[in-house]
C-alpha cells in the first residue's frame, strides 16, 4: 500500500512562502522514501514538490518560498514508499501581498498656520500614517486613512517641521522621502474703528483697535505716535465737517496698510435771531 497523509497545514505565511506540513499516519507497510509538500495555483498540485528529509511517520513541517504574492495558494502534503506516492487533502491559503511600492511626498502653498502635504499612490497599501517630528507623532485623523493628501493645521508661524509618510499593509511598511518645512511668519492683520460717529462738535468718540501677529502700531492723521497692538482711546474730533484718524501695524510678517476712520463732526447751529427792538 502507498502510505497515508492527512491534515496539511500552512502556517507564518508571507507573500512569498509559508511554512507547510502534514501528518503521515501509515507508511503503507513498506519504508518511506521521501515525505514532503507539494504547491500550485490548481487544486491536487503536483508541481513545486519538495521533500522535508524525514523518512518516519508522523507530523512535519518545513519551509517553502518561490509562492507569487496575493494568490490563492493549494497545496498538499505526499509520502513515498518502494509502492507508490499518498497525499493528503487538499489545503489553501491567500499569500501576503508585496510590500507597499515606493511612493514621493511633497508640500506646496505652505502658510503661516498650515502645512498642506500630498503623495503619490503606493501600489499596495491599505492605508497611510502621517508623521511629523522626530520621534514621529502620527497625524492621522483616523485608519486606514487612504487619502493622498492631508493639510496639518496644528502648526506655529516661523517653525521648522519634519514630515514623513508611512504606507502599510498586512505584509509590512514603506514609508516615503522625509521632507522639512518652514512655516512664514503670518502677516499682521488690523481691525480700526471709531464710535459713535457721527458726532456733534464737541462731543467725544472712542477709537478702538485690535490686531493679530502685530508688534507695533503707529498713528497718524489726527492723532500720533506709537500705539499699542489692541487698545482703546477717547478723542475730542474738531473742527466740522470731519476728522481722519488713521493707523497702521507692524509684525515679522510685514505691515499692514494705512486704516484711516474718519469721524463725522456736525457743528452746532446757529440761535435764530428775533428783532426785538420796536419800530
Known amino acids: 500500500l502507498s502510505p497515508t497523509v492527512t491534515s496539511p497545514t500552512a502556517i507564518s505565511i508571507t507573500s512569498t512562502g509559508a511554512t507547510l506540513g502534514a501528518n503521515v499516519t501509515s507508511d503503507g507497510g513498506a519504508a518511506l522514501t521521501a515525505r514532503g509538500t507539494c504547491w500550485g495555483l490548481t487544486i491536487e498540485p503536483t508541481t513545486n514538490c519538495l ?13 517553502r518560498t518561490g509562492m507569487p504574492s496575493g494568490t490563492t495558494i493549494y497545496y498538499r502534503g505526499y509520502a513515498t514508499n518502494s509502492v507508490g506516492t499518498g497525499y493528503s487533502a487538499d489545503g489553501s491559503f491567500v499569500s501576503a501581498p508585496p510590500l507597499p511600492g515606493d511612493f514621493t511626498l511633497s508640500s506646496s502653498g505652505v502658510s503661516c498656520n ?8 503606493s501600489s499596495n497599501a491599505d492605508g497611510y500614517r ?9 497625524l492621522s485623523p483616523y485608519q486606514p486613512y487612504t487619502a493622498l493628501n492631508f493639510t496639518d493645521t496644528s ?9 514623513q509618510i508611512e504606507a502599510y499593509n498586512i505584509t509590512g511598511t514603506n514609508r516615503s522621502n522625509a521632507i522639512n518645512v518652514s512655516t512664514p511668519f503670518c502677516p499682521p492683520t488690523l481691525t480700526f474703528s ?41 478723542v475730542f474730533p474738531s473742527p466740522p465737517p470731519s476728522v481722519t ?17 474718519t469721524i463725522t463732526v456736525t457743528p452746532f447751529a446757529l440761535p435764530e435771531w428775533k428783532e426785538i427792538i420796536p419800530r
Open 51 to 63: 521533500a522535508e528529509g524525514g523518512l518516519t511517520t508522523g507530523i512535519f513541517t518545513h519551509a
Open 114 to 121: 498650515s502645512v498642506p502635504l500630498s503623495w503619490t499612490a
Open 130 to 138: 502621517i508623521f511629523r517630528e522626530s520621534p514621529r507623532v502620527d
Open 155 to 163: 502648526v506655529s508661524q516661523n517653525t521648522a517641521y519634519l514630515y
Open 194 to 234: 471709531g464710535s459713535p460717529n457721527p458726532i456733534y462738535q464737541s462731543q467725544s468718540t472712542t477709537l478702538t483697535w485690535s490686531t493679530t501677529y502685530a508688534t507695533t502700531c503707529t498713528a497718524s492723521g489726527a492723532w500720533s505716535g506709537s500705539k499699542a497692538v489692541s487698545g482703546s482711546e477717547i
Open 245 to 261: 484718524y488713521n493707523l497702521q501695524c507692524s509684525g515679522p510678517g510685514g505691515t499692514t496698510p494705512v486704516q484711516p476712520v
